[in-house]
């Protein structure tokens, strides 16, 4: 049977839609960005580390955990056609002697270049024309990448 809402329709239909299928059938929250199979969401505000957590957790998702080079430059090249060249946080921060731990307790396989001299310091990602990673301390306002899970 073919949809008879009109225009209208398909909008409303849309507009409810909280996880919609991309030309490819991935499921991506709203306001999500498919990329390479995972979903991502770029925040607009800044917020601290912990705040930044929380606001990933409340649409089922994490800050975001670049587990290889591949998906930093799947992320650059992403955050770029969009526009949003910043700094932002990710799902990783150092603790215990400044070993680096990330928010699902595995190491990351890309690191910062620079090492943290206190435990309040969180990984941040700098996209400008190419990615640095640096550490920040993690009350600092920082934009943030969720990642759907």
């Known amino acids: ?58 649409m089922s998702s994490r800050l975001v955990v670049v587990a290889s080079p591949e998906e930093t430059a799947l992320l650059h090249s992403n955050i770029l056609l969009q526009g949003k060249a910043d700094v932002y946080y990710i799902g990783a921060r150092y603790q215990d002697n400044n070993r680096l731990w990330i928010s699902d307790g595995n190491k990351p396989t890309t690191t910062p270049t620079t090492r943290s001299t206190t435990d309040l310091k969180c990984v941040v990602m700098r996209v400008q024309q190419r990615v640095r990673w640096y550490n920040a301390d993690c009350n600092d306002k920082i934009r943030f990448i969720c990642q759907f899970q």
């Open 1 to 58: 049977m073919m949809w008879q809402g009109g225009i209208l329709g398909w909008f409303v239909l849309f507009s409810l839609c909280s996880v919609c299928l991309d030309a490819e059938g991935i499921s991506c929250p709203a306001d999500f960005h498919e990329v390479s199979g995972s979903c991502y969401w770029y925040s607009d505000t800044k917020a601290s580390f912990k705040d930044a957590t929380v606001q990933c957790r409340k």
